[in-house]
């Protein structure tokens, strides 16, 4: 199923993934397959060959889809990610996608053809963990312990909640996006972080042609500044 494998997770992140290490499996009634030294390439003009890579990925697939050409992912658990973004002289990013259609992107500056209900979509697969981060930021270097994700699709509103680890402490956090106000064609958007004290609450207006921030207003407290 190594091909089948490939495949699926190639369409839930949409780039071109590889597996160039052993894939091993853990069968359950929540199966599990971890797969060594795992890359995505970058854009042949990056200096860097590859985007990201991680010595181990943990998958854990739904069961019945076992039975189907294409396992359906419930959860990711990466380990030891090293990430590589760079932008040319067009302002490109590195990424490469293998469907360009496939999503929008938040401040692109690009009026969209037609207003859509949420200003994202959900991930395709239920959550996200990475475990000890190592990220090239258009030469910008950053490094984090951990980070955890997981997202839900409601009527009015699509979720994200996790955690996010830079050093010793986690730092949980909540983020909201709520369906199009036509009336004032704005995204409403609620970013909270846990900092310890009273929580840092963000409210944000995203203008519903072009997904730019319009509005912001900070509430809460930020104990430890750094």
Known sequence: ????ILSGLRDAVNMPIEIDGDISWKFSLQPQIELNNVRVPNADWAKNKNLFV???INVRLDLFSLFRSKPAIRYIRIFD???????????????????ESAGGEIGSGVMDAKIEKFPVKP??????????????IYGKKYSMANFGIHNFVHKQDIEFS????PYNNNL???????????????????????????????????????????????RGDVPNLK
Not at 204 to 212: M, V
């Open 172 to 218: 949980p956090f909540v983020v909201k996006f709520s369906e199009y106000d036509a009336e004032k064609n704005i995204y409403p958007v609620q970013i909270a972080f846990a900092t310890g004290a009273q929580a840092l609450i963000a409210d944000i207006s995203l203008n519903g042609n072009n997904k730019l921030p319009t509005n912001i207003v900070l």
């Open 81 to 99: 990610a090293k990430i590589n973004l760079e932008k040319n002289a067009k302002g490109q990013n590195s990424v490469v996608m293998l469907n």
């Open 162 to 165: 996790g955690w996010v680890k």
């Open 123 to 136: 991930l395709p697969f239920g959550g996200l963990e990475i475990q000890d981060i190592v990220a090239n």
């Open 1 to 4: 199923m190594r091909g089948n």
């Open 54 to 56: 991680a010595d181990k």
